[in-house]
């Protein structure tokens, strides 16, 4: 066995800058992909070079004040629950206007093999990995004994809850095949 300050070595070193990585280049990927018409793929070189950008420059405002950061993080937290409500209540109304052809064979052409099963969970987990930050920022609570079960207890579920809905809704409106050969999704 090794000891447990490898284990939290190893997530902070490998998993923080590789999620980190991940996530800049998907916020590069939607900001270029405007200024390129549709047939035409972003260079690879300009989404490199916009996501080491944006790491480095919220690194320098992250280190220079904390509570700016806080107050964006903030703000880009609500206007991400926005979009997914949103996203959320078209699918709704798109399914109460009696569109649920995408419902009545949900497991059609599907895999049954357990290895491609166990790739799909493990790929939706990035998706609710969002908890495991907690356990960083527990020297920075309030009250730690009180708010970090509070917001383990009120996260988890409304997380859950809205990833689970907005997926039903990209169901609802686009075809399985559609979903696949979206980036976005």
């Known amino acids: 066995d ?3 300050f490898l284990y939290i070595w190893d997530a902070t070193v490998i998993f923080v800058p590789a999620t980190n990585a991940i996530m800049s280049l998907t916020f590069a990927s939607y900001v270029l992909q405007p200024f390129f018409p549709a047939e035409c793929e972003v260079p690879k070189i300009a989404l490199q070079l916009l996501a080491a950008v944006t790491i480095c420059g ?29 996203i959320i209540l078209v699918g709704l109304g798109w399914m109460l206007s009696g569109h649920m052809e995408n419902f ?28 495991n930050y907690l356990n960083f920022m527990t020297e920075e609570l309030r009250d730690p004994y009180k708010n ?17 809905l907005a997926n039903i809704s990209y169901l609802a409106v686009l075809t399985p095949q559609e979903m696949i050969a979206s980036e976005a999704i």
């Open 2 to 4: 090794l000891p447990s």
């Open 58 to 86: 919220l690194t320098y405002l992250n280190s220079f004040d904390v509570k700016t950061t806080t107050k964006m993080q903030n703000v880009i937290m609500f206007t991400k629950i926005a979009a997914l409500v949103t």
């Open 104 to 131: 009545e064979a949900p497991f059609e052409n599907t895999e049954t093999d357990p290895g491609k099963i166990s790739v799909a969970f493990y790929s939706g987990i990035f998706s609710y990995a969002g908890w």
């Open 148 to 164: 970090l079960p509070r917001a383990i207890y009120i996260s988890l579920p409304l997380v859950t809850l809205i990833y689970v």
